[in-house]
């Protein structure tokens, strides 16, 4: 069975730093594209990061490239979101999701999600 | 960037037949996936590659395209169906390639 569980968020203040992990078990993690995939509360789903199963290749939304870092441990089957300088419109779920390809990129298996609030 | 929209809301009566539209730009060159979320869970993929189930949803979701529309349908709806659902494409050849639509909540009367 596919199993996707985030954890590491919390509450952090403005400006701050926080890294969100997703521990992948019930399938060979490291030949899968992952991705990040975050909610705002009462908000729609906003696609912000992918990874390759190699780490090879790498995407951000604009809305986080230079503040947010996406790296994978194949060995540990782990994947991370490493998040620095917070604002308050970061607050939202964070979700894990494992990325399939058939004629196109989409996401099959998705984690429970880590809510990440930011304020002081 | 690339835009999806999609309708807010939908109602229908149970029984019916719920449609959610999704447009986008030449949304005909592009494959189009579906998400449902219900209330304090997790998004669960629907539709793949615009028409594609996957295994454990059922015959009544279909999806479909026609020029720059893709369309999820839920036939013979049920309260259980009573969700928000997502269009999603990926453009490739964009530095930020994932992209989803605002979502369209779907209310069974």
């Known amino acids: 069975e596919v199993q996707l569980v985030e954890s590491g968020g919390g509450l952090v203040q403005p400006g701050g730093s926080l890294r969100l992990s997703c521990a992948a078990s019930g399938f060979p993690f490291s030949t899968f594209i992952m991705n990040w995939v975050r909610q705002a509360p009462g908000k729609g789903l906003e696609w912000i990061s992918y990874i390759r199963s190699d780490s090879t290749t790498i995407y951000y939304a604009d809305s986080v490239k230079g503040r947010f870092t996406i790296s994978r441990d194949n060995a540990k089957n782990l994947l991370y979101l490493q998040m620095n300088s917070l604002r308050a419109e970061d607050t939202a779920v964070y979700y894990c999701?494992?990325?399939?390809?058939?004629?196109?990129?989409?996401?099959?298996?998705w984690g429970q999600g880590s809510l990440v609030t930011v304020s002081s | 960037s690339y835009v999806l929209t999609q309708s807010p809301s939908v109602s229908v009566a149970p029984g019916q037949a719920a449609r959610i539209t999704c447009g986008g730009n030449n949304i005909g060159s592009k494959r189009v996936h579906w998400y449902q979320q219900k209330p304090g869970q997790a998004p669960v993929l629907v539709v793949h590659?615009?028409?594609d189930r996957p295994s454990g949803i059922p015959e009544r979701v279909s999806g479909s395209k026609s020029g720059n529309t893709a369309t999820l349908t839920i036939s013979r709806v049920e309260a259980g169906d009573e969700a928000d659902y997502y269009c999603?494409?990926?453009?490739?050849?964009?530095?930020?390639?994932?992209?989803f639509g605002g979502g369209t909540k779907v209310t069974v009367l």
């Open positions: 590659d615009d028409s």
């Open positions: 999603q494409v990926w453009d490739s050849g964009s530095d930020h390639p994932g992209v």
């Open positions: 999701a494992r990325g399939r390809v058939a004629s196109s990129h989409y996401f099959d298996y």
